[in-house]
């Protein structure tokens, strides 16, 4: 029987050192090997902590928009309400830890009892007390495991909310940014309209007067039902905006909302190296915070392997009488047991084994989330780049067209060229400007996508509620 125990033994310290303690992932190890510069040769400054998304506009309307969308918003208060119940299912695995104790209150009635003198069954009634005390002790350290794990997750959880937060605000800012573009666009619009209508009349006068063709007069007419095309498509844009922005801020969609006249400037975001960004982006310390649950998990799916110590204790007083249950012995029972799996048709070697993959899983998902990171980052760096060079040659295009509209203007004063050559002239300038106006909504988008991606998140007093 000796010979018995020690093999036992013997299973159970092999099995405990094969084990070993769980590893964990941290940030430094991922970014060390990164290079200390981005590809495309950005001048990189010395940085201090990110200041936040709203400190790149300096705008008050946009940080009332930010504020109300952040305390409006239904999605991202539903993620909140689901963040914070799963906050409260934390005490589930924390209270693993501590033992548990239960008071029972019990009362039957039975006719078991056999009176000798008469030798009839007699009914009694029968009051019990009970108090029941259990606790698994953790010597493996398996169950602060299975919490920390848990509180892993639930940081993942609250990382990503973080990041849907952010992701609100920008997109608040972008489509805010669209519907005050969308409305200089109507301007514009709005003025060629007048400016075809007006070549309408004079070459619908000179067709009746022989002087122009019915190819001029055509021309005229479609041109204008054209850009009235072009006009309503821009209205209808325009309305779906200012829903969709009315929705983000949890308003009812009726198209009240009011665009500013001008375009909001934003700095560029000062780039950072790329273990400052990878720092600051939730999406990667959510990875982090993950792959390290995980890794606990499999360390707690081995350490099942392990033998187990539990210990309970019943204790309880019974009476026949209620009023006598509180003086009546208190009878204690305590129980100490060790279990130790030995064959479950392997099981647990099948789950730890299954655990330990999640695991690598885990980090090959962290490892992918960084690569996406940093493409996010160099993706608006060539955008930015591209847009600045668009941003150069249309400038040129725009002085260019704005000296021949002038040119055009003074001839047309002289009578030197028909009106509809000017109006045209005209024309080809609103086109210009309406797409400079494009170009410079796609680099205001880019600049907010840009930060986020550099780490740039809401300030902490945005994020909890409070105004900047």
């Known amino acids: 029987m000796q010979n018995i125990y020690s093999k036992i033994l013997a299973i159970i310290l092999v099995t405990f050192f094969t084990i070993g303690c769980a590893s964990s992932i941290e940030l430094p190890e991922i970014t060390k090997k990164m290079e200390k510069n981005w590809n495309n040769g950005s001048t990189i400054d010395s940085l201090p902590i990110t200041k936040g998304l709203l400190s790149l506009f300096e705008n008050d309307e946009i940080d009332s928009l930010v504020i109300e969308a952040i305390r409006n918003n239904h999605d991202l208060k539903a993620a909140k309400n689901r963040l914070m ?82 992701a609100l605000a920008a997109r608040t800012i972008q489509t805010w940014v669209h519907i005050t573009s969308t409305k200089n666009q109507l301007v514009l619009k709005q003025e060629k309209q007048l400016r075809i209508i007006n070549l309408n009349k004079s070459v619908e006068k000179k067709y009746k007067m022989g002087i122009a063709s019915l190819g001029d007069l055509t021309n005229a007419k479609s041109e204008l039902e ?15 905006l200012v829903r969709e922005l009315e929705i983000l801020l949890g308003r009812n969609p009726q198209n009240r909302l009011k665009a500013a006249d001008v375009l909001p400037e934003i700095r560029k975001p ?39 110590i539990n210990l309970s204790a019943d204790m309880f007083k019974e009476s026949v009488k209620l009023g006598d249950v509180t003086g009546a012995t208190l009878i204690w029972n305590v129980i100490g047991n060790i279990v130790q799996p030995i064959f479950n048709g392997g099981k647990l070697w099948n789950e730890a084994k299954a655990k330990e993959l999640e695991a690598d899983a885990a980090i090959s998902e962290l490892h992918s989330v960084v690569l996406t990171a940093l493409k996010e980052v160099e993706d608006g760096l060539d955008a930015e780049r591209s847009l600045n060079a668009q941003k150069m040659y249309l400038k040129k295009a725009l002085q260019n067209l704005q000296l021949s509209n002038e040119d055009y203007k003074k001839r047309y004063r002289k009578g030197l060229v028909p009106y509809y050559v000017f109006a045209n002239a005209q024309n080809q300038l609103a086109d210009m400007e309406i797409q400079m106006n494009k170009l410079k909504v796609a680099q205001l988008s880019n600049r907010i996508s840009l930060a986020l991606a550099s780490g740039y998140g809401l300030e902490e007093k945005i994020r909890n509620g409070e105004n900047k």
């Open 226 to 240: 054209i850009t009235n095309a072009e006009l309503v498509s821009t209205e209808e844009e325009y309305g779906k």
């Open 85 to 166: 119940a799963s906050n409260y299912m934390l005490s589930q695995t924390r209270s693993l830890l501590m033992p548990s104790a239960s008071l029972g209150f019990a009362k039957s009635r039975s006719n078991q009892n056999v009176n000798f003198l008469s030798g009839k069954n007699e009914v009694k009634d029968n009051h019990t007390i009970s108090l029941n005390v259990a606790w698994e002790v953790d010597i493996w350290g398996k169950l602060y495991e299975i919490n920390s794990a848990a509180n892993l997750e639930w940081e993942a959880a609250r990382e990503q909310y973080l990041q849907a937060m952010d």
């Open 270 to 308: 000062v780039l950072k190296i790329p273990a400052v960004v990878l720092a600051n982006r939730p999406d990667i310390k959510s990875a982090i915070f993950r792959a390290n649950s995980f890794l606990k998990n499999a360390s707690v799916a081995k350490k099942e392997m392990l033998p187990g």
